[in-house]
């Protein structure tokens, strides 16, 4: 299975596997990784489930969709790297990503 | 061992209070006590995924059942707490046993309102709260049948939506003149029942159920009028009242739901109550009130967790909720309270559209965004900030929304 590296804002790594197919950011909840609260369980109705994408795996996690930008165009803290991780899909091409987690999801 | 967290009710609510502790660090005993004899799992997609055979069991539940046993969470599902003894800090469970606690929280929920009318305990006379709910309402979904709502409310607004994806026939019977009438604005209801309507579903407004009857089975919604609607199943989504029974019992201030602080707490200290269960302080309306929602069930949650385990209380959020029907993506942020205008951004005609509460001062109090997740963020943040704005300026959809918010 994809192994997934989270790594909190205070510098804590979580790495966890998960299967192909979830999303990112159930990856984290599943596994109770603490500092993505996916408040709305992934409709992309409230962008608690912010992360930024590690520079070399931008290309492979895809491009936002129109709904997911403008959510995230209102986060805190957003950058140009910024996703929100319910709609990352899991595959075997992100076997090995790093996704780094802001100061707070509210 | 010390006797640890026992937390009653293990909805979407009971379930992020068991999590959110364990990330914050608390390493004592803790008690899952449900009613359901499955986990925790999220009730939105049961109108709508769950309901379509669009969700497994799996994606519903809240986390898979290893996390449990992983996180050391004990689960006592099937179960009910029937008292609470206060001094003797322990609750007693339907099973006949007693388990001790140190920290309580109260998770119970609400359950729906049920109409006292004739008819109303007839075999197909369904509601919709929990996974065993959902599951008859579709066994009784075919294409072809017909399905009576009676409520145009949410529940009932997202079930026709999901009646009408698979097929089968759906009529609202709402006694108020309007959709939504106590949870949207007039332009949302005026919106909601024009796509229902062209959806193919009969909306009938200030319409009084009496009645249902049927031989062994419902088979006609009864009208006020006379009129008698065949059906072959009724859903009835009228209002959902707090399971508070056991909190009253034991002395705990209930007032439509169970009385907390803004950290959860009620007036005991060792007692904490979470979600839909209660009357809790509505900081920025300076207000209390009950929602029913997951994002103030989640809200509550940490409120409790944080206070449990000694971490600053969290900043209040701002509350929020959202709807799916068809290809419409709600997202109403805040409450309607002190409303003196209505500002519409957008055209409902285009379907996607945002109507926002203003006060007489020009805050934004609520806004109803309607496929327009911009306005939502913008809205969500104005209503934080308690910035006065212009009404002129924010209708103006040539406004930069993040500078109007920023």
New interface residues.
């Given amino acids: 299975m994809p192994k997934i590296t989270f790594i909190e804002y205070n510098g804590t790594a979580h790495t966890v596997e998960v299967e192909e197919g979830l999303s990112v950011m159930e990856a984290a909840v599943n596994n109770g990784v603490p500092g993505i609260d996916a408040d709305c369980g992934g409709a992309c109705a409230c962008a608690t489930c912010h992360v930024y994408v590690d520079a070399a795996w931008e290309a492979k996690t895809g491009e936002k969709n129109e709904s997911e930008a403008a959510m995230i165009s209102f986060a805190n803290g957003v950058e140009p790297n910024s996703r929100l991780s319910c709609q990352i899909k899991v595959t075997a091409e992100l076997d090995g990503l790093v996704v780094r987690m802001p100061a707070g999801q509210h | 061992m010390t006797a640890g967290i026992v937390i009653a009710g293990a909805g979407h609510a009971g379930g992020a209070a068991a ?1 959110a502790l ?2 914050f660090g608390y390493k004592g005993t803790i008690t899952l006590v449900g009613e359901e004899p499955i986990p925790p799992y ?1 009730r ?2 049961l109108s709508k995924a769950w309901l379509k055979g669009e969700a497994t069991a799996e994606s519903l539940a ?3 059942e290893r ?1 449990y046993t ?2 050391n969470i004990q689960t006592r599902l099937s179960t009910t707490v029937t008292a609470i003894d206060r001094s003797g800090h322990q609750v007693q469970l339907s099973d006949h046993t007693a388990i001790p606690y140190e920290k309580l929280i109260l998770a119970l929920g609400a359950r729906p309102r049920r109409l006292p009318l004739p008819g109303f305990t007839l075999p197909g006379v369904l509601e919709l709260r929990t996974a065993a709910d959902a599951d008859r309402l579709k066994a009784a979904i075919h294409p072809g049948t017909r399905i009576a709502i009676i409520g145009g409310g949410y529940i009932g607004l997202e079930a026709a939506a999901s009646v009408r994806a698979l097929g089968a026939e759906a009529f609202v019977l709402e006694r108020e003149p309007r959709l939504l009438a106590r949870v949207a604005s007039e332009p949302l209801s005026a919106f909601f029942h024009a796509a229902h309507t062209a959806h193919g579903v009969a909306i009938h407004v200030n319409t009084q159920v009496v009645g249902l009857k049927g031989e062994g089975r419902v088979e006609a919604v009864l009208l006020a009028d006379g009129t008698e609607l065949p059906c072959d199943a009724a859903l009835v989504g009228v209002g959902a009242i707090p399971n508070e029974e056991i909190a009253a019992a034991a002395g705990l201030e209930c007032r439509h739901g169970v009385v907390v602080d803004a950290q959860a707490r009620t007036a005991d200290p060792d007692i904490f109550a979470i979600g839909d269960l209660t009357q809790r302080p509505l900081s920025l309306y300076n207000r209390t009130g009950r929602l029913e929602s ?2 103030n069930a ?1 809200e509550q949650a940490r409120q409790a967790a944080a206070c449990i385990t000694g971490r600053p209380a ?2 209040p ?1 701002v509350p ?1 909720f ?1 709807s ?1 029907q068809y290809d419409i ?1 709600l ?1 109403i942020a805040g409450l309607p309270f002190d409303v003196a205008r209505l500002v519409i951004r957008g055209d409902p005609t285009s379907g996607a559209f945002a109507v926002f509460h203003l006060d007489a001062e020009g805050h934004v109090q609520c806004v109803e965004s309607v496929n ?3 306005e ?3 809205g ?2 104005l209503i934080q900030k308690r910035k006065a704005i212009d009404a002129a300026a924010l209708a103006d959809q040539t406004t930069n929304l ?1 500078e109007l ?1 920023a």
Wanted: no cysteine; proline share 18%.
């Fill in positions: 999590a364990r990330q999220q939105p997609p809240l986390r898979p996390f992983q996180q997951v994002p989640l969290p900043s959020e929020w959202w799916d993506k997202q327009t997740p911009a939502f963020m913008a969500r943040l993040k918010a």
